[in-house]
């Protein structure tokens, strides 16, 4: 059977400034060179063959009020830009369960949540009891999802998993003990939306982001990032600005939404 070729969408919904210091652990690596470097905050939808998947459900106002975060639009109103009704939509993977990925849950009424088993363990866990460990996460995001559980709507899965024929799920951890990454087939091949296990393209060059669970594991991902994806190019960082300056906008939202699917424009 010939594996779909979907569309995949990166949907910018916010920003926070920081700088490039901020946002490499080996801060000596760097050579003294500092500056502006700003943080996205994404989330992704792949369409096709009959099939909608969205990856995260981003924050909403009072989160972003909360943490001094710029909210664009609203993750939901994200998606109907794209023609998505959050409320209909079957499936959603939650890569992790930081607040920027896992809030408004309740706004996507019909959908399977898919987790890693890793993640809720580290999310409810003795690692929550380490004020640095449980900053990014938002103690009602992660009690919604204990809600989702007992109410039946979490699938979790265990390592790789295949969710639909041409889009599987891979625990990479590092960032968190469950971090899980997408991988979908396109027109152009393989691409892997590698959500926090890569929040720039320069951290793939060995620095990592610095809130990090496992620097070893977080490194070893960085490697497997490469063995799932079709080249360098099909690899698409969590948080980076370029990622709306190398891909197609869509023409429902040329300032906030990336094509995946198509051939980057600029390196």
Known sequence: MRVPDYEVFALRYGS??????????MRAALDDHDGPMPLDFF???IVGGGRVVVVDTGFGEAVADKRGRRLIRHPVDMLARLGVDAAAV???????LHYDH???LDRFGAATFHLQDAEMAYATGRCMCHGALRHAFEVEDVVAMVRKVHAGRVRFHDG?????PGITLHRIGGHTAG?????????RGWVVLAADAAHYYGNLDGNPFPLVHDVAAMLEGHRRLGELADSPDHIVPGHDPL??????RHPAGPEDIACLHLEPTAG
């Open 16 to 25: 926070m400034d920081r700088r490039v210091a901020d946002n490499f652990l």
């Open 43 to 45: 989330l992704w939808a």
């Open 90 to 96: 079957p499936d959603v993977v939650i890569t992790h």
């Open 102 to 104: 896992a809030g408004s």
């Open 160 to 164: 790789d998993a295949e969710l639909a």
């Open 179 to 187: 971090l899980q990454v997408v991988r979908v087939h396109t027109g």
């Open 243 to 248: 990622v709306l300056e190398r891909y197609p």
